[in-house]
C-alpha cells in the first residue's frame, strides 16, 4: 500500500481508447490498495492545434495569453480521465493546476513552480479519491495561468510527488524504460533496471526522449524516487536512484548520440587573453548554444578554437565567425555538417581508470577518427564523422559489456 | 464615453476570421472610447465536440468534470480573441469565470450566478484595457468549476453589466434584433427598435431564439439596459427596456408561435375537488411541462381538461393520462398532436380594450376555428390547427399594425 504519482503523456491520453486503458490501469493500482494521484498532459496533438488558432491570430501572441489557451488542453484531459475512472466505478476527482494550487512564478510559457500546497489531495486520498491533475500548468500570486513549457507534466508529476512524500513517481510513455542505448541503432541495446539520476542528466541525448531534463533535476533535488514505464504494455520500466546500486556492476549505464550538431573551426587566431570570450560571446549573443569547445595551443603565436553548434544555427554561427575572423585577423574558418557526437556515460568511469583508453582503442580498431574529445566526471564525449555512427556505437557497446544476451532486452 | 459589456456567441466567434472580425468590431468601439468589456462564449461545435468526447468515456458523466471539461471552450475563445485585439494594438486581458470571480451555487451544469466581483475589471479598464471575459462559467464556494447552462454566456453578460453598472448590455448575435413574428413565415415582420422586458419574456417562443429568457429576467431585475445586435451586419438592433415607451403607439408588439406542442383531453372527470391535481400531478411528476391548462365545466356533474404538452413528450403523456383517466373512471382521452399555438403579446393591452376580440374576429374571418383560449394581462395566445399557422400570423400581423411598410425592415 504506496502513495503512486503516475504521469501520462499525450500519446498516452491522445485518444479515448487510450484514456479508457489508462483508467484502467489507475483503476488496478487502486484496486491494489495504492493511493493514487494521476498528472496527465494534453492529449496529442491538442497543444499544436490550439497554438495553429493562436498563430493564425497573432504572429507573435502575448505569452499569458498563450498559457490561458494552451491550459485547456490538459484541462480536457482531467475530466475526460476522471469520466472514465468513475465509469469503472473508481471514485475520482479532476484538479486544474490552480485549483490544486500549484503556486509559480510569472514567468509565461516557461513558469517554475514556488509551491504546492498538497493539503486538498490529502484529504481528497484519505477519502478514497483518486486525484486527476492537470500537468503542465500552475497559477502565479496574482491568479493568473502560467505554464510550464513543454515536457511539463513531468515536473508537474514530480513536484506533486515531492510534496506529497509520494513512495514513488512514475512516468508512463511510449517506451519502456531507459536504454543503454537507441534500439533503433543497435539491436543488442538493453533496458537499464536502474540508473542514478546523475547518468541521468548527462545521457540527456538518449534521456530527452523519455523524460524531461528538468523534471529529472527536480526529482534528484528532492530525492523523488522516478521510473519510467510504458504506457502500452506491462513491465517494471527503469528506476531512477540517488545513490549508486552495488549491484550494478557494469563500468558505463549507456551511450549517448547526436546528429544534430555541426562543427566550426576558426584557425590561427592571436593567442592572448580575452580571445575564447571574443569568439564565443558574438556567437551567444546571438541565442546560439555552444557544445563541445575546444581550443588547441597552437605553434606561431596563434591558436584554433573549435566548437559545436545546433544544426539549425550552422549557418548562422558560420557567418558570425567568419565576421570575427576577419576583426581578428585570424587565418581561416572552416565547418562540418557531417559529424556525429557519441557519449559513454556511467559513475561507474569515478572508480575505474583507462575508460577513456577502451573508447579511444575501441573506435582507432574500427579506423574511426575522433575529431574532438571532451570529458566530464561520468561522461566521454567524442565528435567523428557522422557516416561511422552506427559501427561507432555498436562497437562500444559491445566493447563495454551493454550488448543485451541473445539480443533480448533485460 | 460609456461602459459598454458586449457579448458574442459561438457563431459570432466560430472561426478565427469570425474572432478577427469580433475583435475590429470591438477596438473600433475602443477607438471611440468607450470602455469595452466582452464576454465570449466557445466556438460555434466546441461544446459538441467536447461532449462527445464525455459520452464515449461515460454515458451519464459526472456533472462536475462535465463542467471542468465544457469551461475549456470559452478559455479557448478569450485567449484567441484577446490575441487578436492585441494584434490590433488594442490592449486586452483575459479572464476565466473563475478569475473574475463569478461566484455561482454548486449545481453543475445549470449553476445560477450568486456574485460578482467587479474590482479586477475596472482596475483593468481604468487602465485602458479591453477585459475579455469567458460566458457561461463560473466558480462556486469551494473552488469548483461550474457552468450556469447553455446560453448562460448571455447571463453573464447581464450579471457582469449589473455588476459594473455598464451603460449598455449588447447581445451580438447571428440575428439583427427581436422581430414582430418570424419573418419566415411573415415577410412583412419588422425589426422592433424596443421593446419591453415583459413583452419580451412572453415573446419567449420569438425571444429565445435572440436571448436566453433566463438572461432577460436578470437584466430586469437589475434594470440592465439591453440591446440585441447582429454580429454579421451593422444596424441599432433592438433595445430591451424597463417602462413603456411613449412612442411606441403599436396595441401588440409581437406574435409568437409554435409548433412544438401537442393537445390532451381527458373527458368526462368526475367534477370536484383536488380532480385538476390529480391529474396535473401524474404528468409532472414524469417531468413533462404543461403549457396551456383549461378546464370546462361540464354538465352531468362530470368536466373536460385539457392541457398542452411538448411533442416530443406526447405519447407518455397519453399513457399516463390514459391510467389516469382509468383510475378516475373518466369516460375517455383524446389527443390531437396537430396543433399550433399563437400568441399576440404588447404592453398596449393593458390600456386598449377589445384587442382579445379583434383577435378573435381576424381569426374567424379567416375560418379559422380556435381550440383553445388563455390569457395574460400582456398576452392573449390560442390553439388552432396547425395547417393555418402561416395564415393566422399573417392576418394577425397584418390587421394590428405591425406589417412593415414596402416589406422592408424598420
Chains 1, 2 share one sequence.
Request: charged share 20%; with cysteine; glycine share 10%.
Amino acid at each position: 500500500m504506496s502513495l503512486l504519482v503516475q504521469k501520462y503523456g499525450g500519446t498516452s491520453v491522445g485518444t479515448v481508447e487510450r484514456i479508457q486503458a489508462v483508467a484502467e490501469r489507475v483503476a488496478a493500482d487502486r484496486a491494489r490498495g495504492h493511493d493514487m494521484v494521476v498528472v496527465v498532459s494534453a492529449m496529442s496533438g491538442e497543444t499544436n492545434r490550439l497554438l495553429g488558432l493562436a498563430h493564425a491570430l497573432h504572429p507573435t501572441a502575448p505569452a499569458r495569453e498563450v498559457d490561458v489557451l494552451l491550459a485547456t488542453g490538459e484541462q480536457v484531459t482531467i475530466a475526460l480521465l476522471t469520466m472514465a475512472l468513475e465509469h469503472l466505478g473508481c471514485s475520482a476527482k479532476s484538479y486544474t493546476g490552480g485549483q490544486v494550487h500549484i503556486r509559480t512564478d510569472n514567468a509565461h510559457g516557461r513558469a517554475r513552480i514556488l509551491a504546492i500546497d498538497g493539503e486538498r489531495v490529502r484529504e481528497d486520498l484519505a477519502n478514497g479519491r483518486v486525484v486527476v491533475i492537470a500537468g503542465f500548468q500552475g497559477m502565479d500570486g496574482d491568479g493568473n495561468i502560467t505554464t510550464l513549457g513543454r515536457g511539463g507534466s513531468d515536473t508537474t508529476a514530480v513536484a506533486m510527488a515531492a510534496a506529497l512524500k509520494a513512495d514513488e513517481c512514475q512516468i508512463y510513455t511510449d517506451v519502456d524504460g531507459v536504454y543503454t542505448t537507441d534500439p533503433r541503432i543497435c539491436p543488442q541495446a538493453r533496458r537499464l533496471a536502474q540508473i542514478t539520476v546523475e547518468e541521468m542528466l548527462e545521457l540527456a541525448s538518449l534521456g530527452a526522449k523519455v523524460l524531461q531534463i528538468r523534471s529529472v533535476e527536480f526529482a534528484g533535488k528532492y530525492h523523488v524516487p522516478l521510473r519510467v514505464l510504458s504506457s502500452f504494455e506491462d513491465g517494471p520500466g527503469t528506476l531512477i536512484t540517488y545513490k549508486e546500486s552495488k549491484m550494478e556492476q557494469a563500468l558505463i549505464s549507456g551511450i549517448a548520440f547526436s546528429r544534430d550538431e555541426a562543427k566550426l573551426t576558426i584557425k590561427g587566431v592571436p593567442d592572448k587573453p580575452g580571445i575564447a570570450y571574443r569568439i564565443v560571446g558574438d556567437i551567444a549573443q546571438a541565442n546560439i548554444n555552444l557544445d563541445m569547445i575546444i581550443q588547441n595551443i597552437g605553434a606561431d603565436m596563434t591558436t584554433d578554437f573549435t566548437f559545436t553548434v545546433p544544426h539549425a544555427d550552422y549557418r548562422q554561427a558560420r557567418e558570425i565567425l567568419q565576421s570575427t575572423a576577419t576583426a581578428l585577423q585570424a587565418r581561416e574558418v572552416c565547418g562540418d555538417e557531417r559529424i556525429a557526437k557519441i557519449s559513454i556515460v556511467g559513475v561507474g568511469m569515478r572508480s575505474h581508470a583507462g575508460i577513456a583508453s577502451t573508447m579511444f582503442r575501441v573506435l582507432g580498431e574500427e579506423g574511426i577518427n575522433i575529431q574532438m574529445i571532451s570529458t566530464s566526471e561520468i561522461k566521454i564525449s567524442v565528435v567523428i564523422e557522422e557516416k561511422y555512427l552506427e559501427l561507432a556505437v555498436r562497437a562500444l557497446h559491445s566493447a563495454f559489456g551493454l550488448d543485451a544476451e541473445n539480443g533480448v532486452p533485460g
